[in-house]
């Protein structure tokens, strides 16, 4: 029998647990190990992905248990720090020997300036490579970053992490900011990566790369062989396990509550004939009362026993609960939402859009959107993508041309600022004069998992899943609800549930969808009917 070549450990965590200082334990008695293997790291949010990865990474310190690392490691956070005036060079962690290169071209070297560049002579022309082929051509190696976009840094991050040669590449949500482009590059330069890679991500794609998936959840933590589609067909089957073992359950409670009911009243039924007995006997009054005690002393007994049989088949629906995954919600639309075909929902003649070049063909655009029509909206960064749907959303006016929306919207955003983070969520709706009565209102957003507490607390302690029904609610239930939906970037911050509840939610929405979202798998999820492409020489409306 042939042995299973094993890859050597990188990382290893024993027993590791981590605690704040306010007593928050996110991660607790956690046994895992990382070699080579492309791992991606999955879970809610809050289930602590981040957090590993920054132990991993030695940003934190675990509290308890043993965490040991055997390999030069490069980390990249979801957001970069940068200081005032901090450039492309700095920001790639290649400055310091990019300036004893320069000195040594002068013949101004210091002595240690050799041993700072050691073998790296190239590096110039390496990172000059990296920017080209990541699409930043343009950018020097001194100019300032923090003029730089969200997708630029990001990827700036990457290649300086590249450069830096480690065995393990740890990417904490790498293609939050990046454009398909961008998506394309990250998924090519990780494609010929051979060394050890721990992704934490939600982007569906990324995670279809990747040979081994760490879920992270209140269960516990497992591990699953094999990419997303494997992981998530892997959990599909769990889910209706689970869900058969609840169901199976909760009938075998049920049949047992009436079989202890009928005992029970059997019980009943006896010990009333045994004390009438006792009664109506020529007996003693002593023993008339030693029988009925033990008449009554029977049926408690047997209450008591029934009690405890019930209790533990109460425990064991509640065991097989705790195993179940939440149901996904379904958001539940107000009949004011549904579009008729015919109906027009907007009319974009010859608009120009805000801050774009006007001598460009892409800055103008004419379209005429009818019905309950879903439009996926797609075009590098800078385009204008978020720049259209503010104009839609009446949040801007073209320079020129004209913009008429005839149905009402609702523009919701990845910072989602259409909710007002002060309010609870029935607050807002109180005020936007939702037609539904608070009890209503708290029985649908009790079908979307927000519970009494949740729905009555100012919306900024929500989560970001919650935070999203919460504007869906508010868009929705309104006194006049949204027959237009702009979507951008939705899901940018939202955990892997969250965005496939979203998903799904959206499926029942009768109205007329424009959407913008570098998740591809987010984008076929919505079924659109059309799309609309950014080319240099205009806009592009085209049946998908």
Request: charged share 20%; with cysteine.
């Amino acid at each position: 029998m042939t042995d299973v070549k094993r890859l050597p450990v990188l990382v290893s965590l024993q027993h590791v647990c981590l605690q704040f200082a306010n007593g928050e334990t996110p991660l607790d008695d956690l046994n895992l190990s990382f070699d080579r293997t492309p791992t991606g790291i999955v879970g809610r949010n809050g289930a602590g992905k981040s957090v590993l990865a920054k132990l991993i990474a030695g940003r934190l310190a675990p509290s308890s248990g043993t965490l040991e690392t055997c390999a030069r490691l490069a980390y990249v956070p979801q957001a970069l720090s940068l200081f005032p005036g901090q450039t492309v060079a700095q920001t790639t962690g290649t400055a310091e020997v990019l300036d004893a290169l320069n000195r040594l071209a002068r013949g101004e070297a210091h002595t240690d300036d050799l041993e700072l560049i050691d073998d790296r002579w190239d590096l110039a022309e390496r990172l000059r490579k990296a920017l080209d082929t990541a699409g930043l051509q343009q950018i020097g190696f001194d100019d300032r970053a923090d003029q730089l976009s969200g997708g630029q840094l990001a990827r700036l991050a990457v290649i300086g992490a590249l450069l830096a040669n480690p065995q393990l590449l740890i990417l904490d949500e790498p293609t939050n900011h990046l454009d398909r482009q961008g998506r394309d590059w990250l998924l090519a330069i990780l494609g010929d990566w051979r060394g050890g890679l721990i992704v934490v991500s939600h982007d569906r794609q990324l995670l279809n790369c990747m040979q081994r998936i760490v879920e992270l959840s209140p269960l516990g933590t497992n591990v699953y062989g094999g990419n997303y589609a494997a992981f998530h067909a892997q959990r599909e089957t769990e889910h209706h396990a689970t869900q058969a073992t609840l169901e199976h359950a909760r009938l075998a409670r049920s049949r047992e509550r009436k079989r202890l009911k009928q005992s029970n009243d059997d019980i009943q039924r006896h010990a009333a004939r045994s004390r009438k007995h006792a009664e109506t006997a020529n007996v003693d009054r002593f023993t008339k009362a030693r029988w009925k005690g033990a008449a009554t002393e029977i049926v408690n007994t047997v209450r008591s026993a029934h009690q405890q049989h019930k209790d533990e088949l109460d425990e064991r629906v509640r065991k097989a609960y705790e195993q179940v995954v939440d149901e996904t919600p379904t958001l539940l639309a107000l009949p004011g939402t549904a579009l008729p075909c015919g109906r027009q929902v907007l009319t974009l003649e010859h608009a120009q859009l805000p801050w774009l070049n006007p001598q460009l063909p892409s800055t103008y655009l004419s379209a005429n959107l009818m019905g309950p029509i879903r439009v996926a909206v797609h075009g590098p960064n800078g385009c204008g993508k978020s720049t259209l749907l503010k104009l839609l959303a009446g949040q801007l006016q073209p320079v020129s041309g004209e913009c008429t929306v005839h149905v009402p919207t609702a523009y919701i955003d990845q910072h989602l600022a259409l909710l007002d983070d002060q309010r609870s969520i029935v607050e807002q709706l109180n005020l936007l004069d939702s037609p539904l009565t608070e009890g209503e209102l708290r029985t649908r957003l009790a079908l979307l998992q927000l519970d009494a507490l949740r729905v009555t607390q100012p919306v900024a302690r929500l989560s970001g899943g919650e935070r999203l029904k919460a504007a869906m609610a508010i868009a929705l239930w309104r006194k006049t609800p949204a027959q237009l939906l702009l979507l951008d970037e939705p899901t940018n911050h939202l955990d892997l549930q969250s965005v496939i509840a979203f998903e799904e939610a959206l499926q029942g929405f009768t109205g007329a969808i424009v959407a913008v979202s570098h998740d591809a798998a987010f984008l076929a999820a919505l079924k659109p009917s059309h799309t609309l492409t950014w080319r240099a020489e205009g806009w592009r409306l085209e049946p998908a």
